[in-house]
């Protein structure tokens, strides 16, 4: 089991934090603890729970030797990556009823998975993945803000994970992986920006923003909503610096839990 | 027909285990091991995983202060307890496509959920647990036989640590909890009685029988099915013999996990 | 159109009758009066309209001279027997709004369902059905106690009924028939065990079990629920044994009603 | 149990019967043979069983003493009417599955369900039936051409048993009932008005057309379609000629049903 | 019970109109003005706005080069047209909430897409369409009044303007149009037959009748239904009268609109 | 009818645009022609035909004098402004199933109505809006690209024409539009940043990303995806100032459709 805390982030200065506590007492642009716990899904080809503060997710990526339909119609070459992602009825402080009792998933869950499978399609050559379908499933033990994020960044673990139990196999030659993905939200609280919102955070902030990363200096995803404002432009800035600086700590407990550290 | 010699499983030899060996080197009789991982989701009033040999199941309980519509229309006096099962679909060695992605539940899922309920409803007192709902949440994060023995007999351990959680915060002067509640499987494995199938003996069994006890004596629920075969009185009484002495043993480790040993 | 009266249960004494009347006059160990009006849809390959009491359920089974996918897919020998049971709006005192109403089976119709279905795969030796599907359709007409356990009844007659015609069509050269098959309900009402449960014992039971037998000593299914309390094994084998003559009984009035007396 | 033959209808000749023989040696002009079981269903407040030729439909009729949501909101006085249809598994040939098993209803029946309600609201005066809802259920149990109509034909018989039960009941002091309603299908086969036409010439007439009245002369619905082809006005008026003589004839059926005749 | 002085359509005089004036001051038989506006959805093969009144339905015709399975299943030589109609949730005064929210069309919408797909039908030769699917698509803009019959009079031309398109692009060598086909409604309003009932008319009618018609003669669809009461004879006679001027005026406004007055 | 072009943007150069044609010609900052067609569906409370190059959405706001359930039980003080997203069946080349077809609204479609949602909840106060609900709803009449765009810069229209009819009558006091708001799509297309990408652009982009502007200097969302690589902070710097300045022009061509230039 690869269990390590992140490294506190660098860019903030004691003064500022006694100025504007947050709620656990992090500055500004401080991540909350993250830890893997890898193999917790054992007939899951990868898996880990990741625990990033208070929120926990099961990442489980599951390998198919198959495509999906559309892919053989069309002939594209190569594999797929799609993504489920659910809460677990007792993730939430009120139990959340499960999506099946209303016969149908809600319309967050579904655009978050479509985030999830994004982001993992740009850390995977799907060529070099082979014709094969990589099924990566998210669900929610516990929800404490930035779901979303912990699951991208676990699932990027599971998904190293699973790749490097299909190298064992000898299924695949060569790595598919391209570039390490991690996500991490950022956003306006009482003026200020801050990184990585836990839920108290999320809920009152102005702006929310979430950004995935490949690699040091790319972005996949920036995804800013004024909530209950606007942003102008040097706003997005500090908050596009920030969740940078986030991303490389991730990034940094990824490999660790993946024994490249 | 299996018209079989069913040994029970406390007149056991070493002899008997050598001729007949099961496939993890268990004895007819004999349970595989089982751990209790409480506090698991902690959002949850009350929550275990149960780790059950290679079969592993979350369960959640959840209070809600609230009663369902028809008790409050039929003037039912006390409160409820129902349950939901759900595999993830990382439980198992082929990925279980998820539910919701066909808009309903198995018949298989609701069964099982449907049994849980019924088992939970008999470790409490309704009327004494007051106007409240308990949810029982079981997702199996492994599944390797006895999904639903384990669901019950973790799901009583939950309702258990919620019940000290609500007696804790005063929201109930006695407990309501009236007889502990376990589950296990027998059957019949190439012609012998054997207790607690796991998944290869599963499916290799012509009879499979789920017994419920609430304490050491008394059945809530027993549940036979010929599944290649029928079986007679003889047998039905062999089998019943080993999952009574399975029971014990199971209630033991849960008064262990509860502090209660 | 076969039609009798099944005869009364042996294990009774008019002593025990007169201490505890039923509310229908009935000893314990009574059954109440069945009947089989058979080719009650002529459409269907086999069909009868078994009356039991106050219960009516209208059997079809037809005959579908395919076999499902994943038997192909499997390479399955033989064929299938699967069951589908519904009760009609007008079946109950206060009417029952259709399952298509809201979109989906209500999990008691699918468990029921299976339950039937496992009893008719008990009555029938799959290989000789050849590549074949035995749907067996059951729709209660009348509801008053022992649906599932008329359901069952009545389907083996529809079953054989069925195999006879199959056999006069020269489709099947020899009947693939095992055992006969039939079900009964028993429990325990105000402290005593009674055989053949209606509605308000129904409602008012301490614990309900059901049986099924195939053949005269053989069980298929034996599921026992403590409803309101729970059972040792001395009312386990009471329960047992009065079901044991009920099946034998209601067999009797199923050859009947084939012309097999 | 109320059981009758029906009048044949007068307007025919032998001579026109020798020219052009119908499938079951019926003239241009005759139904086939009507009768009621009444009481099919006890459950139900008024219920008969109609079987006309081959086809026979299960006609329920259960009053609810509760009105719509709309009409309670808009303040309508008076009761309502509804209609459901449905076709047994085993009513076709060819098993028809469930329509539970897609999850919804077909076309076909909304439209057909959707007629009946509108042909018995128009037998009955929905203020004087007072703030009740009439549930119509109709379910199929053989199909052979005419389920519509046999449908409404059986379903006036179970809302007029239903209305004597409530007036003997001294829940209703007059009769609701305004008119009787009866219907028949009449069609062009093979260049010739045919009346009542059962499934092989359904499904190669030219032209079908379902005819509803309330008493002798008055239309509720005529729904005439060129199925093969089109049709002109002395071919409509022809249709409605040989339809009426039908209604007039069923309407007799239907009291001598009644015990009116 | 609507008993009627019917007046028909064309015997009317400037002195019946002020008698009874209509709510938009037309004559009981004139048609509320019809305009075409084609090529409004230029991705389809043919498409037509019709505004009639203040009724407005969006028409598409969308040709595909396949045919259903269950033709090719049977064998069966040509092509089909289906019809979908909807309504936009802005077409009513209230708001109308779309079908897809409660995850099921209305019966109302599956009759009329019914309705209108028989009567495209009607108006081709399915052979000489070769092996093609005829999607047509009715999307309610704005309702008031006579939407299935403003649908089926835009479709017509809809389906002529995408069987030019083929033809210009040599994929149909002869048109494979059988008749021009057109659609109005009629009714009995204040006890006088009306000709192309708006809302307020339609909402009070006793009888409404939908008439289609194929070429200046021929009925394909006749549905008359007594809403409130019942008609005679003489009745429908003089509403037919009235639909059948009311269809060949629409006939030479469709066309004006297809360049072939 | 409010109908004008809008003004071409103003960052390009001759030179740049003759280097790298865009499909239509269009120079790397160039919008496509836009018009608005207001009142289109005059049963909505506000409504417009936005025609953005070939794409072509309905927006239609509806005013419910009541406001969701969630609003009533929290006490939320004023209204709320929700959306619903939706491509016709005819607006794709290839026809599109309707969503209501297989029950279900589309993941896609969802996240795009989400959008629009949070998007129009921007432009207005919804404490001033009163109790109750702005319902905007986008119907894809043709779809070339920039569908949400068009839907977000339409629905703005269709809510200012809205706002403008409750202010004639009197039941709005104050507007309670806070900015203006309009969005368009920016990417990276052979390694070129683009404005404005039609349906070819978009699937060849490398980069997609969609901006959401509340007055002249205020982002309300951010929303870039590397759908074919990722994007450094350069890149993303030069997306948004392209974005900015199509914003500009939209917010122009809005006023000048509301009779505000």
Same mark, same amino acid.
């Given at each position: 089991?690869?269990?390590?805390?992140?490294?506190?982030?660098?860019?903030?200065?004691?003064?500022?934090?006694?100025?504007?506590?947050?709620?656990?007492?992090?500055?500004?642009?401080?991540?909350?603890?993250?830890?893997?716990?890898?193999?917790?899904?054992?007939?899951?080809?990868?898996?880990?729970?990741?625990?990033?503060?208070?929120?926990?997710?099961?990442?489980?990526?599951?390998?198919?030797?198959?495509?999906?339909?559309?892919?053989?119609?069309?002939?594209?070459?190569?594999?797929?990556?799609?993504?489920?992602?659910?809460?677990?009825?007792?993730?939430?402080?009120?139990?959340?009823?499960?999506?099946?009792?209303?016969?149908?998933?809600?319309?967050?869950?579904?655009?978050?998975?479509?985030?999830?499978?994004? $982001?993992? &399609?740009?850390?995977? #050559? !799907?060529?070099?993945?082979?014709?094969?379908? *990589?099924? /990566? @499933?998210?669900? %929610?033990?516990?929800?404490?803000?930035?779901?979303?994020?912990?699951?991208?960044?676990?699932?990027?673990?599971?998904?190293?994970?699973?790749?490097?139990?299909?190298?064992?196999?000898?299924?695949?030659?060569?790595?598919?992986?391209?570039?390490?993905?991690?996500?991490?939200?950022?956003?306006?609280? $009482?003026? &200020?920006?801050?990184? #990585? !919102?836990?839920?108290?955070?999320?809920?009152? *902030?102005? /702006? @929310?923003?979430? %950004?995935?990363?490949?690699?040091?200096?790319?972005?996949?995803?920036?995804?800013?909503?004024?909530?209950?404002?606007?942003?102008?432009?040097?706003?997005?800035?500090?908050?596009?610096?920030?969740?940078?600086?986030?991303?490389?700590?991730?990034?940094?407990?990824?490999?660790?839990?993946?024994?490249? $550290?």
């Amino acid at each position: 089991m690869a269990e390590l805390d992140s490294q506190p982030n660098d860019n903030r200065t004691a003064a500022a934090a006694s100025e504007f506590p947050r709620p656990d007492g992090r500055l500004p642009g401080d991540l909350r603890p993250v830890r893997f716990q890898n193999h917790i899904a054992p007939h899951a080809t990868g898996s880990t729970l990741v625990e990033w503060g208070n929120t926990r997710v099961i990442c489980g990526v599951t390998i198919d030797e198959v495509i999906p339909r559309w892919m053989k119609e069309q002939g594209v070459p190569g594999g797929w990556v799609t993504a489920e992602y659910s809460m677990l009825p007792y993730s939430t402080h009120q139990r959340k009823p499960r999506e099946v009792s209303r016969g149908r998933q809600e319309g967050r869950s579904q655009e978050i998975q479509r985030l999830i499978g994004r $982001a993992m &399609r740009a850390a995977i #050559d !799907l060529r070099k993945l082979g014709p094969r379908t *990589a099924w /990566v @499933d998210c669900d %929610v033990l516990q929800a404490d803000g930035g779901t979303r994020t912990a699951a991208i960044t676990g699932s990027y673990v599971a998904l190293a994970l699973a790749v490097q139990k299909l190298r064992k196999e000898g299924l695949l030659k060569e790595s598919p992986l391209l570039a390490q993905v991690a996500a991490v939200s950022v956003g306006v609280v $009482a003026g &200020r920006v801050v990184l #990585d !919102l836990d839920y108290p955070e999320d809920s009152s *902030a102005d /702006v @929310d923003m979430n %950004v995935v990363m490949a690699g040091e200096s790319n972005f996949v995803e920036v995804q800013g909503t004024g909530e209950k404002g606007t942003f102008d432009e040097a706003c997005l800035n500090a908050m596009l610096a920030s969740a940078k600086a986030g991303c490389r700590s991730l990034m940094e407990a990824q490999r660790a839990a993946l024994g490249e $550290a």
